[in-house]
């Protein structure tokens, strides 16, 4: 808890991933890859319950070997891969009552450490808002982006004079998929955590990797080993 906020923690982890199959038990440096939210999630300050929502029996007996609490069996229904992730959310707030905030934990940010997530919490408080999701600085620009036609022409999508020099273009953010956290009535409310009222905690993009593919699997293992290496 920070001041008068009761934090509910949720990790949603279907057993359905696509890209890397199986991804939130694989292997990765030597944990299962959401063995690393549970255990920095368990550190903070701030989180008054922390809880896994899967479907997936697997997924759930290796959450609570690492002592992550297991409340509920989520429905089929919400793990299909056309369901919306807010829904996931809301019906894990609905099944745990009696919070003022719910923080979003994806397992598929394993380079995200208790730091991060404390210093994100103490700015939601600091700002006084209703939403804050994480973000960090794309790799490339929105601004030198382009669409494709059947024929291989290429369209910019913004219009007009686009910078040619890197210094010369407006800072960008995209989300980076490690926090999530709102007032559970507005989230309610407003079903995402998106809204012209969202404010965003920057991180460096060398901790926002989230895995979506082998290659970033491979390349947050690569990292990892690294760190561990250095002791």
Known sequence: ???????????????????????????????????????????????????????????????????????????????????????????????????????????????????????????????????????TTPDKHPMWTFSMDEDNHLQPFFQGEIPTNRQQLPKAYALNGALYMAQIPWLKQNRSFLTVETKGFDMPPEVSLDIDSEMDFFICECIMQKAQEKG
């Open 1 to 135: 808890m920070i001041n008068d906020h009761k934090i509910l923690a949720v990790i949603p982890a279907r057993g359905g991933s696509k890209g890397v199959p199986r991804k939130n038990i694989r292997n990765l440096a030597g944990n299962p890859l959401i063995a690393w939210t549970i255990e920095e999630a368990q550190k903070s300050k701030y989180i008054d319950r922390l809880i896994l929502s899967s479907e997936d029996q697997e997924i759930i007996e290796v959450a609570k070997t690492y002592g992550c609490e297991v409340p509920f069996v989520r429905p089929d229904e919400l793990a299909s891969d056309s369901c919306p992730g807010i829904e996931v959310i809301l019906h894990a707030v609905e099944q745990s009552p009696g919070y003022t905030h719910v923080l979003l934990l994806q397992p598929t940010s394993p380079l995200r450490t208790v730091g991060h997530i404390d210093s994100f919490i103490e700015q939601f408080q600091d700002d006084q808002v209703k939403c804050s999701v994480s973000v």
